[in-house]
């Protein structure tokens, strides 16, 4: 009987139930969208691409448990998957220990190398830094951080306040609520940043806290001026969930955006549109997904295998055309290079891109950018304007 490790096979670790689901779900079926592009070309030496998914359900020890399972009673050897940092961490030591690859198609917080993970979405200096200049020049100086409690959005958080300091700018506030943040929770937050009158507000709340937080503001607000909300995460995965009339003057830096009007996205959103279910989103996560799935499967095609060993120097060759524009991993650090955008969602919820970076931006996740004014001479971007 022929089993995964005489097949090329890939295992896909996103959530469809959990605090993460709707961002989750969407990069789950960029991969799917991925490997069925590849399959229709005739997948690997004519063997289709099998995939195995599990729902890990957003929590990081069943991330461990299905990453081991896939890899010893499965014979994986390739994953794209997790979303949340704490769940990265939670199948690093199990790739590690079980000479595998995870692929990981999500924004993060920088300062970490594995030589078995590959990491597909901005480190900070792709999306802290141009974000930091953006909002200093374009809202303020005085700026409130909140985030999830865990490691991404305090350390982010850590990056973001120095980037603040060097450039004069003033953190009043750092708040952190729950990942279920309760209504009391949610109602306390918003008052501590109405209280504050910062310029912005820098958010690293993730999955189903991000609508919520997003309508607490508008309600304390209501018709009075606010800050905006400036996100490194939100999609449009949370945009649907919150509306667009709440969505509304709220910024983002991501490398792509579904509104960007190319016409290999144009090629993308069509597609998406083709396969994705309804109310799956298409966001910059689900084409982080889709970009790391095609990236392994044209890897496995020039390696005319899909043992891990051979595929993964391959990988270090390719330039993908994504439909963010041009993608490809830094040997050094096993970071892509990648797009910086920021955009500002309009009336009807759509992203208007604002800025975008000149050319692709070289990942260098071990650096605390010391000089907003030199950000982008060293990591070929221009500042924001
Ligand atoms: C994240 O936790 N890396 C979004």
Known sequence: MATNRDQPSLGLLFSETGVTADIERSQRHGALLAVDQLNREGGVEGRAIQVLSRDPGGDPDRYRLYAEDLIRNHGLQMLVGCYMSHTRKAVMPVVERMDA????????????????????????????????????????????????????????????????????????????????????????????????????????????????????????????????????????????????????????????????DTAENRKFVSACQASFPPGVSITAWAEAAYTQTLMLGRAMQKARSWRVEDVQPQLYGLRISAPQGEVWVEPQNNHSHLAARIAEIDSSGIFQVKWQSPEPIRPDPYVVVHNLDDWSTSMGGSVPA
């Open 101 to 260: 690859l995870l692929c990981f198609p999500t924004p993060y917080e920088g300062f970490e190398y594995s030589p078995n993970i590959i990491y597909g979405g901005p480190a900070p200096n792709q999306n802290s830094a141009p974000l930091a200049a953006y909002l200093i020049r374009h809202y303020g100086e005085r700026v409130v951080f909140i985030g999830s409690d865990y490691i991404y959005p305090r350390e982010s958080n850590h990056v973001m306040r120095h980037l603040y300091r060097q450039h004069g700018g003033k953190v009043l506030e750092e708040i952190y609520i729950p990942l279920y943040p309760s209504d009391e929770d949610l109602a306390h937050a918003v008052e501590r940043i109405a209280r504050a009158r910062a310029d912005v507000v820098f958010s690293t709340v993730v999955g189903i806290g991000t609508a919520a937080l997003y309508r607490a503001m508008a309600r304390r607000y209501g018709d009075a001026p606010r800050p905006p909300i400036a996100s490194l995460t939100t999609s449009e995965a949370e945009v649907a969930r919150m509306g667009a009339e709440v969505a509304e003057g709220h910024v983002v830096v991501a490398p792509y955006f579904s509104s960007i």
